[in-house]
């Protein structure tokens, strides 16, 4: 499975952008999705994740909610973070990650739970 993340950039706290992440290399409907983040100096940290129908379980990490939305198009194989109402705080690495399921798992909210992963997208959030 081949990952490609995009969408980051400069953006102003309190704006908006929209991370996507392209899939190939397995039927997409296969795969748990989900997105992670590592700001400077920090580890990398579980943001949400969304099951291969997209109907069914997803997590945002409290610092998120209410802000992210994580969907997904499978039938072009692409999840997305959608960002609203961005903060200083924000800023880092995004990274999209995949693993082979059919149901959520709460491991999924583990970073080693998951076997592949994109090159990471950075979004900067000024003050």
């Known amino acids: 499975v081949q990952l490609q993340a995009s969408g980051g950039g400069l953006v102003q706290a309190g704006g908006s952008l929209r991370l996507s992440c392209a899939a190939s290399g397995q039927t997409f409907s296969t795969l748990v999705m989900g997105w992670f983040r590592q700001a400077p100096g920090k580890p990398r940290e579980f943001v949400a994740a969304i099951t291969g129908s997209g109907l069914y379980t997803y997590y945002y990490s409290d610092s998120v909610k209410g802000r992210f939305t994580i969907s997904r198009d499978n039938s072009k194989a692409v999840v997305y973070l959608q960002m609203n109402s961005l903060k200083p705080e924000d800023t880092a690495v995004f990274y999209c990650?995949?693993?082979?399921?059919?149901?959520?798992?709460?491991?999924?909210?583990?970073?080693?739970?998951?076997?592949?992963w994109g090159q990471g997208t950075l979004v900067t959030v000024s003050s």
């Open positions: 990650a995949a693993v082979p399921g059919s149901r959520w798992r709460a491991r999924y909210l583990a970073e080693s739970q998951y076997d592949y």
